[in-house]
């Protein structure tokens, strides 16, 4: 144990000064037959990793082509390509990598579902390998916008009220079932990036619950690749969901609370501790906190240790003001999601999240509800 949790201290430090950055460029060369000479085109990014993303770029198309130049930190980087308009038809995404990356626009896509023909990037043919591999398994997600605009639709048509509607209720099931149906990646390219960033980045959050099976498809990917820095981190949340499931002993910690004093997990060895993950400017958070106080003072030999997400001291030291939280011992990375507690010991998507420790340092509860 004492090895595993000088690896994971070590992993902590690493991963953040191992991300070196990286250049990168978009050659898109345009079919003949799809006319976007004069058109602006855009890059923007939906980046999943703790990295900085790179910047938004805009380039005007000539001659049937257009290029883009710049710098990323991670392996790989989900990247929107668009013409701006109303309804974001002439939208796709690609998995954007270092180096060179080749795009052929072929004549847009039909919707399979409703034969409606689809935006002038709908039928992207990326050269990079791993960008292709993402291309072929994620192709269906083209039709779910519309589909999901249908459904809603639908729901309205039988009355239920806008605000009611749910857009993540409505893709979640989705995005799960197709989430699970990339996992051959992992076996087939272990040594693609690719197979990486959907382990971590989308069956991850699946397969969680299932931290067995993750650790198995995890060893299946290259050794290079377990040692990248995202490797790195994706192996640190798999212990942390593990030693979660097994109700095992968390990793000691450290971190500083408003004054700066350092705290450790450690000093309340003896008594039992309520690690509240919250942030100020999380709403589900505030609306939680008088249901925190009651069982604060009905748990008085409970010591609250309220963790913050914020990643601004000043509106953490405002939030606590403001909302009356005087009843924790209040400590904070100042990284939202991304802090190595949080991130890489806890596994914390979502707040607010309660985990109760024992008085010998156990999990004894990893999701308390405390409204319950």
């Known amino acids: 144990m004492f090895r595993t949790l000088l690896f994971l201290i070590a992993l902590l430090f690493s991963s953040s000064i191992l991300y070196a950055q990286k250049a990168f460029s978009i050659i898109g060369t345009i079919s003949p037959e799809v006319d976007l000479n004069g058109k602006t085109v855009h890059i923007s990014f939906v980046n999943y990793s703790s990295q900085p993303e790179p910047k938004e770029d805009s380039v005007l198309i000539q001659n049937n082509s257009f290029r883009f130049e710049g710098e ?17 038809k002439d939208f796709d995404q690609f998995l954007l990598m270092p180096g060179e990356n080749e795009l052929i626009i072929h004549p847009a896509r039909y919707n399979s579902m409703n034969g409606n023909k689809m935006g002038v990037f709908s039928n992207i043919e990326p050269k990079n390998p791993d960008a292709f591999i993402y291309a072929r398994s994620s192709r269906i997600f083209q039709i779910f916008p519309q589909e999901v605009e249908w459904t809603k639709k639908q729901l309205l048509k039988e009355g239920k009220a806008e605000k009611d509607i749910n857009n993540q209720s409505l893709w979640q099931p989705i995005y799960k079932i197709v989430s699970m149906h990339q996992l051959p990646i992992v076996e087939q390219f272990p040594d693609r990036y690719v197979a990486l960033y959907f382990l971590k980045y989308f069956a991850f959050s699946s397969l969680e619950k299932d931290p067995e099976k993750l650790e198995r498809l995890f060893k299946k990917l290259s050794p290079e690749l377990r040692d990248s820095p995202e490797g790195i981190e994706l192996g640190a949340k798999i212990e942390a969901v593990k030693r979660i499931a097994k109700k095992d002993k968390p990793y000691d910690f450290t971190m500083a609370d408003t004054s700066g004093r350092m705290v450790k997990l450690s000093d309340f060895r003896g008594k039992k501790v309520l690690l509240e993950f919250w942030a100020s400017w999380c709403g589900p958070c505030i609306a939680n906190l008088p249901f925190l106080r009651k069982y604060a003072e009905a748990n008085p030999n409970i010591q609250i240790l309220a963790i913050s997400l914020d990643s601004n001291k000043e509106d953490w030291l405002k939030g606590i003001k403001v909302h009356n939280f005087n009843f924790a011992i209040h400590i904070s990375e100042l990284k939202r999601f991304d802090g190595e ?27 308390l509800k405390v409204r319950e």
């Open 72 to 88: 990323m930190k991670m392996q790989g980087v989900l990247t929107n390509l668009f013409i701006k308009g109303k309804d974001w």
């Open 341 to 367: 507690v949080s991130n890489l010991m806890f596994n914390i998507n979502y707040i607010p999240r309660a985990i109760l420790i024992d008085e010998n340092g156990f999990i004894e509860n990893a999701n």
